[in-house]
Structures are given as C-alpha cells and as structure tokens.
Antibody, heavy 121, light 107 residues
C-alpha cells in the first residue's frame, strides 16, 4: 500500500523559513516523479513544485519560484520542500503527491494527508 | 499557462440523480492530458479520471469522463451519498494547473 506521510509544518513568522518532508513507502520511490500541492484554507488546489525521478529536473510555480526549492533523497525515500521568505499567502495545507510516471506528463495518483503551514506574526 | 474554468461552482442534487460537471480550458489540452479528482471535507484529493476518460483503479463505473480539446465533462450517474464532495479538474500535460473546483452538494 502506498503511503505518503508529510511532516515539518507549523507556525512561522513572515519572512521565515520551513522545511517540509514527505516519507514515502509502498512503492519504488526513485522511479516516480513527485510534487507538492497546496490548499489555502477554504480554497482550491494549487500545484507548487515538482521533481523528476532522477533529480534531472525540478519545476516551481511562479508564485513560489526563487523562494521554494524541491528536492528528494532516493536513498531515504523522502521528498523535501525548502520554503524561504514565507508570507501570509503561503499559509496552506501542503500535500505530497506521487506522480503516475517518472517524468512528464503525469497526473497525481496518490496523495498524503498534508501538513499545515501557517505564516503569521 | 493553461487556465481551467469549472462550472457550475455548486451543483445541488439529490441522491440517485446524475451530475454533469464541466471543465473548460483556455487552450487545447495536449493529448487529452486532463484528470479529475474528488475531495471530501478533511480528506486529501483522490484521483478519479485521467487521460480525460480513463477511470483510476477502484473508481466505480458511475464516474465517467469525456471530452477533448478545450471542453471536458465529468459525469456521475446515480449519485451515492458518498459522492457529495468537491471535484477538481487538472491539466497535466504542460502547466499542471487545477480548475477552481465544483462542489456537489445535497439538495
């Protein structure tokens, strides 16, 4: 059974940093692209960042480019999201999502339960 | 970037009725790289449909997807109580963008 367990969320002040993790089990992690998708309170889904299986390419939404960095450790089956210069607009539930393939195009066939990031003073 | 517009915003229906949800793209979706997800309150999204019309593993056949180019539809025939939720479409060929969602609520 595929499981994605996010962690690292919490309360952070504006301008601060946070590092999210997603521990993956139940599938061959290194063979699949992975993404982060977020959902602000009461709002819809927003794709944030994606990374291919072999680390060859990573992508970020315009709203986070230059502030967020996605990475992965295939030896530990773990996905990361380093978030810097956080603002109130980054407050959201952050989901880890498994891609259906190793590279584009892929949809998200498995999702974690999310970790909440709150940016507030 | 492809923008997806879903309609209606809210659909009020009774169990047993059919639901028709629309997802319109601002430009043609390459090779029908269009997915639909279901999200219930307090839960993560769940994949329903990919490739515009292919049901994901374990999805009941009352869920069906259709369409091509810029116009796509998710149809839920004979709504079950557990189908009342928010549904999102997503283009995954180029921009990975999601539509704003359609809420299917109990009338």
């Amino acid at each position: 059974e595929v499981q994605l367990l996010e962690s690292g969320g919490g309360l952070v002040q504006p301008g601060g940093s946070l590092r999210l993790s997603c521990a993956a089990t139940g599938f061959s992690f290194s063979n699949y692209a992975m993404s982060w998708v977020r959902q602000a309170p009461g709002k819809g889904l927003e794709w944030v960042s994606a990374i291919s299986d072999t680390l060859a390419s990573s992508f970020h939404a315009d709203s986070v480019r230059g502030r967020f960095t996605i990475s992965r450790d295939n030896s530990k089956n773990t996905l990361f999201l380093q978030m810097n210069s956080l603002g109130a607009e980054d407050t959201a539930l952050y989901y880890c999502a498994k891609g259906s393939s190793f590279s584009r195009p892929y949809f998200f066939d498995q999702w974690g339960q999310g970790t909440l990031v709150t940016v507030s003073s | 970037e492809i923008v997806l517009t879903q309609s209606p915003g809210t659909l009020s229906l009774s169990p047993g009725e059919s639901a028709t949800l629309s997802c319109r793209a601002s430009q043609s979706v390459s090779t029908n790289y269009l997915a639909w997800y279901q999200q219930k309150p307090g839960q993560a999204p769940r994949l329903l449909i990919y490739g515009a019309s292919r049901r994901a593993t374990g999805i009941p056949n009352r869920f069906s997807g259709s369409g091509s180019g810029t116009d796509f539809t998710l149809t839920i025939s004979r709504l079950e109580p557990e189908d009342f939720a928010v549904y999102y479409c997503q283009e995954y060929g180029t921009s990975r963008t999601f539509g704003q969602g359609t809420k299917v609520e109990i009338k």
